[in-house]
């Protein structure tokens, strides 16, 4: 029994890992409509800075998210307006899902180039310790991590429900052209959804960083198994994105014990691909259009 | 800077100049540029210092040898340029490869040539499982690694801790790429021979980011021994996830990649004490069972203006000595000449400078290439098994 409440816990606590990475994803591909597919790398470059700023200033790696989710936001808003916003006219929506696939492998290389592929450690500062909850063990860090996703998703909610802006991005999202009739910059709505998805991610990943060693490729991993938890929770949707992370973390820690570690993919996969046959809306997801271009 | 500048010209035109009067090619087929561009320069090195001390003795067979360099950069040009190598610049035969795919791709084309081809580094069965007339191989292998990890519990681990080997409960865990899941093949085999108790065998993608089930499942076994095979990432979620599950195994034998490198044991602190690990011959070890290395350490040192990156460039340079020796005392440089005279090759244990002996058996595989058993002890990586190699005690249990 005790296992098994250590394994729920893990599976829980992955989940918020995988959480905080999902939020940013969902959130731009429910607004601006693109998969971005260099999420995972954003993840890697916050890591890194995470790792020069906290290494370099000797302060704590929470610390550095002041700088880190700015600096990913402008990385995301860069990135949507000279990469993605040129081909949103392009007769095939599909060619953006390539830029990111491209602008993915980029940043990889550039960070086998910079930096080599030897990990980096982020000093710990005790985020490492751990704390009992009865006879289950949790790093304190993991609790900042799960604590910091809740936040982040009731934080998006609010924005996005009682602000000015947060209706504008809304608006643009469910009709672009009427948005734009209405008034709404939507060039500048999406280059500002999409700067706050990397944010959420830079946020994210300087609480990561000092729990897991940084390498170049570290972001596939995460990105595929977010991906994984978004259209679990309904593409677009930021609870289901959460929600979904939840259920994907203890599908991995319970399938990994109960079935191996060799299968635990195949489960997390199988999982997936039911969900894209049987509800391919997803837990939370709503009939909503799926494209910037409108209807 | 212009004074490495200066010293760089003057070693590339004495280079040039020893080129201009060479009498036998020798190809050098490395991956020079791309992903695997560090070791494969690092492997290179290892064959360019040998080619130099075997020239400076006055050559082989009389004549001086030219290395042609190849760039295996992928499987594919690694088959163009065997090629190149063979039919434009006319080597007598390729030394390589660093990667065991490229060193699979390019060796077929030397075979289909009868060339013969001597692979110096790279660790996949396949590479000399395929029964080629021409290919030869001095390296240690993946089947090396795992029955070493095994003959370790065996000789020191069981004893150390005072029980039978049969009572211990070992975990074998490993990436799930070829490498991992070849060299744990070996440890379930040759365990099972041995009579050991494997009760499980789990692999993992490399990438992964949890093991925290996988170290779960190993406690609740009561595994007390675990073998892993792994890279840096899996290595250090694997030490640190341990730790914090409160799993804490009598011994745990690392298989190469992650732990032999410093940057692990910075990531992981002192969770790396006492930890074992199989592998090449690093730079640590009893310098009387390899007569050679400290010369290897300046010639290096003097050449390139640092210590070695890794241990490929020892292994490599002792590979090409035994051969290029071996292909010395020969008669001729056509390959039916090259193949005997290296099958004639009887270099003992404890002669060369990575300890190991040359002696090709079956399936062209040098039957005397051996690893390393090494110990995290105080920070340093150091060789405690074999005895004869060892630097320092083999430390386990209390």
Redesign the interface.
């Known amino acids: 029994m005790d ?1 098994f409440l ?2 729920v816990a ?1 599976g829980l606590m ?1 989940g918020g ?1 995988f959480a905080i990475v999902a939020v940013g994803l969902t959130l731009i591909f429910g607004i601006v409509k693109v998969i971005n597919f260099a999420h995972g790398e954003f993840l890697m470059v916050g890591m890194y800075l995470t790792f020069l700023l906290s290494t370099g200033l000797d302060v704590h790696p929470y610390l550095t998210a002041a700088a880190v989710a700015p600096a990913l936001f402008v990385l995301g808003a860069l990135t949507q307006r000279l990469l993605i916003q040129p081909l949103m006219s392009a007769r095939d929506e599909h060619v953006q899902i390539f830029a990111t696939v491209g602008l993915s492998t980029a940043l990889m290389n550039l960070a ?1 180039l910079v930096f ?4 980096a ?1 982020t000093p710990a500062h005790g985020v ?1 310790s ?1 704390v009992m909850l009865g006879e289950v ?1 949790i ?1 304190t860090g993991q609790l900042w991590v799960f604590g910091a996703a809740i936040l982040l998703v009731i934080a998006l909610q609010l924005f996005m429900k009682k602000t000015r802006t947060g209706r504008a991005i809304r608006a643009t999202a469910q009709n672009r052209a009427a948005a734009r009739l209405m008034g709404i910059n939507d060039k500048f709505i999406y280059v500002l959804t999409f700067g706050l998805g990397a944010a959420c991610v830079g946020l994210g990943s300087s609480l990561i960083a000092p729990l ?2 940084t ?1 170049p ?2 972001g ?3 990105v595929l ?1 977010a991906f994984v938890c978004v259209v679990l929770g309904g593409l677009g949707s930021i609870p289901g994105a959460f929600f979904g992370a939840l259920v994907i973390g203890l599908v ?6 109960y079935i ?3 299968l ?2 195949a489960v997390v996969f199988t999982i997936f691909l039911l969900i894209l046959i049987l509800k391919p809306s997803g837990l939370f997801g709503t009939r909503m259009t799926q494209s910037h271009v409108s209807p | 800077m212009t004074l490495k500048t200066l010293l760089t010209a003057t070693a590339v035109s004495a280079l040039l100049a020893g080129a201009a009067q060479a009498d036998v090619k020798f190809g050098a087929l490395y991956p020079f540029s791309g ?1 695997l561009a ?1 070791l494969g320069e690092e492997s290179f090195r290892g064959v360019e210092l040998a080619v130099e001390e075997i020239n400076a003795a006055g050559g082989i067979q009389g004549e001086q040898i030219e290395l042609v360099r190849g760039d295996a950069v992928d499987n594919n040009q690694a088959i163009g340029e065997a090629r190149r190598l063979i039919s434009r610049e006319g080597v007598k035969a390729i030394l390589g490869t660093y990667s065991s795919s490229r060193s699979i791709a390019a060796s077929q084309v030397a075979e289909l040539s009868g060339i013969p081809y001597f692979e110096l580094g790279a660790v996949a069965d396949e590479v000399t499982g395929r029964n080629l007339q021409y290919l030869f191989r001095t390296n240690p292998t993946a089947e090396t690694m795992g029955i070493m990890s095994i003959d370790m519990i065996l000789d020191e681990i069981a004893p150390g801790l005072g029980v039978e080997a049969s009572d211990l409960v070992i975990g074998v ?1 490993h990436e ?1 790429s070829a490498y991992g899941t070849s060299v744990a093949g070996h440890q379930e085999e040759y365990g099972a021979e041995k009579g050991l108790n494997i009760v499980t065998v ?4 490399s ?8 170290v ?2 190993l406690k ?1 076994r009561g595994v007390n021994i675990v073998l892993q095979t792994s890279y ?2 899996d290595s ?2 694997f030490l ?1 996830q341990s730790a ?3 799993f804490e195994p009598d011994a745990i034998i690392g298989g190469g990649g992650g732990y032999s ?1 410093t ?2 044991e ?2 992981v602190g002192e969770l790396m004490e006492g930890v074992l690990d199989v592998d090449f011959t690093q730079y640590a070890v009893n310098t009387e069972f390899t007569p050679g290395l400290e010369a290897f350490l300046a010639a290096y040192q003097d050449k390139y203006g640092e210590d070695p990156r890794s241990g490929h460039s020892l292994n490599n340079y002792v590979g090409a000595m035994a051969v290029l020796e071996g292909i010395d005392a020969g008669e001729g440089f056509e390959p039916d000449q090259i193949v005997a005279a290296v099958k004639a090759i009887d270099i003992p244990s404890g002669e060369t400078a990575a300890g190991y002996g040359v002696h090709f058996g079956e399936q062209n595989q040098n039957d005397r290439a051996m690893m390393m058993g090494m110990q995290w002890q105080g920070g340093k990586l150091v060789t405690v098994y074999p005895r004869d190699a060892a630097v320092a005690e083999f430390q386990i249990g209390d």
């Open positions: 296992t250590q394994i893990n992955l890992l086998l080599g592929a030897d990990i450690n490492r751990q063990r790093l897991y060693p390498s490729t570290i596939t991993y995460f198994i991995d820690a319970l399938s990994g014990f191996g570690s060799d635990r993919e | 992903g560090l865990i799930d789990q692999g993992y993608p990438s992964t980011v949890d093991m925290s089930s996988l779960l499942d609740d840096q990432n250090v979620l640190n914090e599950a409160g490198l940057a692990t910075e990531a």
